[in-house]
């Protein structure tokens, strides 16, 4: 128990008395100079009729889906090159874990500056390419679907961690099941899909919960590239419960806000697993 103290300390500070603060103050009206009031079961009734609540939770869905399933695709793709024999195969795998360990807010200044209309690398490769045929790089924070465009690309840019793990999988999976699948005249794209597939899916089951709840609290980087904008449809729930609690002073509702984004963290990461038992294979099962 000494040994582990210190982690038990900051796990009580840090994380268990934030949950319990929050849970209470969701049942207040607590502005943050006053103290709280208890108002009930107010601040969840107000969320049936905020408006801004529907689209933060629409543009938080939209932006989980297609960074859960465009993640997973990229991810193996890559485990599945780098897992084969490469001239240079250390440092492609270095290349591709590297941009992860950039702390978030650098990495969205300098996206924000490729992204730059007139100026930026976006454009410029994007003209390189396709200038012969009159295509243009777009305005990418200039309309709801090029920032969205523009989020979710920089949001592959972080699937090293993703791939340093399917590459581990990768490697356990049996050379005696591949080499039965090609006695039988399997062919690789057959070995891909009902072998190794199968064999890593415990793997894929535990990156897409992982997925669900990084997407979920999705903050800093929208927050520097778009500010939310334009139109709000790249603002999304955390930004809202930053907002709520420290611009507008409403600690009340914004922690009933945390509290339902974290049953819908729970809810989502349930379903999941629910449908782990029939998608996912373990081995010896």
Do not use: C
């Amino acid at each position: 128990m000494l040994w582990i103290s210190p982690w038990i300390l900051g796990f009580t500070i840090f994380t268990a008395l934030p949950v319990v603060l929050a849970l209470w103050y969701g049942f207040t009206d607590y502005t943050l100079l006053e103290p709280p009031i208890p108002v009930g079961l107010d601040n969840y009734t107000r969320m049936a009729d905020d408006p801004i609540l529907g689209t933060v939770l629409w543009n938080t869905a939209v932006f989980g889906v297609l960074t859960i399933v465009l993640g997973t695709l990229l991810s193996i793709s890559l485990a599945t090159v780098l897992s084969h024999p490469v001239r240079f195969r250390s440092f492609w795998r270095a290349a591709v874990f590297a941009p992860s360990v950039l702390p978030l807010v650098a990495l969205a200044v300098i996206f924000k500056l490729a992204y730059d209309p007139e100026v930026g690398i976006a454009n410029t490769l994007v003209e390189g390419a396709l200038g012969w045929a009159g295509v243009r790089g777009p305005n990418w924070f200039g309309s709801g679907f090029w920032a969205m465009t523009a989020l979710l690309l920089m949001s592959l840019w972080g699937v090293g961690p993703a791939v340093v793990i399917y590459l581990a999988a990768l490697r356990d999976v049996p050379r005696q099941l591949h080499e039965a699948a090609s006695i039988d005249g399997v062919g690789r794209w057959g070995r891909f899909v009902h072998v190794v597939l199968p064999m890593i899916s415990p793997v894929i089951l535990f990156n897409v919960i992982i997925g669900i709840i990084n997407a979920m609290q999705v903050f800093a980087v929208p927050l520097l590239l778009t500010g939310g904008g334009p139109e709000r449809t790249t603002y999304f729930h955390s930004m809202y419960v930053y907002d709520q609690a420290f611009t507008f002073g409403d600690m009340g509702y914004a922690s009933a806000l945390g509290v339902l984004q974290f049953a819908i963290i729970l809810v989502l990461t349930g379903v999941v697993l629910l449908a782990g038992r029939r998608l996912v294979h373990y081995r010896g099962a």
